[in-house]
């Protein structure tokens, strides 16, 4: 599978699990229903469109980079803390595992776009330098 295909899917992963971890948020009260996220709507649109829009320039990578790294820190502020990953409604709740795995799986795919952004990025720039010294 090339390097940008592999890119985009986990980058769209990336923006599904965390929707997805939004709405646990806000069902289980650990976050409030308001227009603060519309926030994240905006954040999640802004890599959907770099992931999509963008892909395969510099600027899709950066999005996608700092998207994805937005989205590893949903798993470590939870998995942080006096209330843990657990705490509030979820733990008394039969979707306590489907709420971790969310986590996992979040942190997995935001971890993966994150390197193989990284890897893009370099790439272009390898290429870039290559044209560079054969025209000169």
Known sequence: MKQTAMLTTAS????????????????????PAGLVNLLAVFVL???????????GRRAGYIIIFLGSVLGLLIPVIHMKGTRGVIGGNIGNSGQAFFFVWILLALGITATFSIILSVVAVSLKKKRRSRRASTAA
């Open 45 to 55: 649109v802004v890599q959907l469109y770099g992931t999509l829009v963008l892909a």
């Open 12 to 31: 769209l992963l990336t923006i599904v699990l965390t929707t997805f971890h939004l709405a646990g948020d806000i069902l289980f009260k650990m976050s």
